[in-house]
């Protein structure tokens, strides 16, 4: 097997499916997120009602897994990608459903 082959499997084990075959990096992910979910929650209970608690709570739950990711730490952005990922979609849903 030649060094491309090689490269090319790890890269593949490494990537998003990756994720789904290594116990430890999945349960990492879920962690990540719980954690961050309830950082989110703590910010806005915290913040002051006349201050938009809610996007203050979802940029404080982002903003912790992105300077996660920003350090190093490999699941959590995964986790990113799927924060950012539902953002889009609810905020698509809202826009279509008249949620503004």
Not at 7 to 32: C, H, N, R, Y
Not at 49 to 62: D, Q, R
Not at 66 to 72: E, K, T
């Amino acid at each position: 097997m030649d060094t491309a082959a090689i490269v090319s499997v790890i890269g593949l084990q490494a990537g998003f499916w990756g994720l789904f075959s290594d116990p430890k990096q999945l349960g990492e992910a879920t962690l990540i997120a719980i954690g961050a979910i309830i950082f989110g929650m703590i910010v806005h209970r915290l913040w002051p009602k006349t201050a938009n608690p809610v996007l203050f709570g979802c940029l404080a739950a982002i903003g912790l897994v992105a300077v996660m990711a920003y350090l190093g730490v490999g699941s959590a952005g995964l986790v990113l990608w799927l924060m950012i990922g539902a953002a889009v979609v609810f905020g698509g849903l809202a826009i279509a459903l008249g949620g503004f």
